[in-house]
């Protein structure tokens, strides 16, 4: 039996190459990884909807850590497995000081079924940033005019859009609003131009959402090993049994990790396997 019995994988930066496409080589490798026992499990800041398509090109068969670990849904059924849960006044107070801070706040709650994916409360918006991603995400949103008084049930995470500098102030002043109550990062997907500043109830992260699954499996933490390349995968890259770094990671996510793996362009995760199975 492999050392590492479960194999935590970011999306962005890591499974898939700058193209957003999943090579042969990496469904192969991952394919190996499967059949030699070890339990692949997707981790991703996406959203669930955007997450399923890479379900059957890798014969998935296990549960997927989306929002950054905040839903955990089964695939086969789109079961919810784990959704988080705001205080009531901490999702308030967090999507207000978003407003109060010039941001457009969006929740996003379980309405996979429902055909949408967030709730935002206006249908314009100022900014470059936030412009470009009401754009490429149409019809996936839906607007609730009192949001900051009565935040939707179901909500699991919340985030606004804006350049770096600001998306970092805001997340300070989150910090030293809320402190102890939320969980937040910075980071900026490669389909936008803009960064997000993301909010999850205190202690939701993809390492929670991992754990989870694998207590569920009697998988320990050291037979887990962990690959990404963005903040937000720096929890379950210093906590895995092993954590890898992808070659295109950031410092701080390389800091954090005990082996780095060739970038994503040179299919860094066929070397991941490599590793795991000798």
């Known amino acids: 039996m492999p050392r590492y019995r479960l194999l935590a994988i970011d999306i962005d930066g890591t499974l ?17 990884a499967m059949a030699a026992g070890i339990h692949v499990v997707l981790a991703t800041g996406r959203r669930y909807s955007r997450t399923l398509h890479l379900v059957e090109p890798l014969g998935l068969t296990v549960p997927l850590v989306t929002a950054s670990g905040a839903l955990v849904k089964d695939p086969a059924d789109h079961r919810t497995l784990y959704r988080a849960r705001f205080e009531p006044d901490v999702l308030r107070r967090t999507l207000s000081t978003m407003d109060e801070q010039g941001f457009c706040p969006i929740a996003c709650a379980d309405t996979f079924h ?10 314009r918006v100022d900014g470059e940033e936030l412009a470009e991603y ?16 009565t935040p ?10 804006g350049t770096q500098d600001e998306m970092l102030r805001l997340d300070a002043h ?24 993301e909010v ?5 992260t993809k390492w929670s959402a991992i754990r989870r699954l694998a207590r569920q ?14 903040v937000n995968d720096i929890p379950m890259i210093r906590a895995a049994g092993l954590g890898v770094a992808m070659g295109n990671a950031r410092p701080s996510v390389k800091a954090a990790a005990a082996r780095i793996a060739p970038a994503q362009e040179h299919d860094g995760l066929v070397e991941v396997v490599g590793w795991l199975l000798g």
């Open 152 to 161: 939707p049930p179901g909500t699991f995470c919340a985030f606004t859009i």
């Open 134 to 149: 009401f754009r490429l995400n149409p019809g996936a949103g839906r607007v609730v005019p009192r949001l900051l008084d």
């Open 200 to 204: 999850a109830p205190a202690g939701v």
């Open 16 to 32: 898939v190459n700058s193209r957003d496409e999943l090579t042969g080589s990496t469904c192969a490798a991952l394919g190996r």
């Open 217 to 230: 499996w009697q998988i320990a933490d050291g037979e887990i090993c962990a690959v990404g390349d963005d």
């Open 174 to 197: 989150l910090k030293d609003r809320l402190p102890g109550k939320l969980h937040t990062h910075v980071l900026r997907s490669p389909r936008y131009i803009g960064y997000m500043c």
């Open 114 to 123: 429902e055909g949408f994916d967030f709730y935002t409360d206006r249908d």
